[in-house]
């Protein structure tokens, strides 16, 4: 199962203890990290993703149910 790590510098404790209950309750496991690097290969696809989405070449998932 996967776990979720969340990483913020602005998290104060009053919000970081609601998201500890809320995933709590979901029974989600989770980290809280310090660590701020973002693997380089994201912020290429995000910028990328980006550029796309100013050009308006973004695609659009379709759905397949």
Do not use: W
């Not at 913020?8 to 990290?33: H, M, P, T, V, W």
Request: proline residues 2%.
């Amino acid at each position: 199962m996967a776990t979720i790590t969340i990483t913020s510098d602005q998290l104060d404790n009053n919000r970081l203890d609601a998201i500890k209950a809320f995933l709590g309750a979901l029974k989600i496991k989770y980290e809280i990290s310090n660590d701020y690097d973002i693997p380089q290969e994201h912020k290429n696809l995000v910028q990328e993703r980006i550029k796309k989405t100013k050009a308006g070449e973004l695609e659009r998932c379709k759905r397949q149910f």
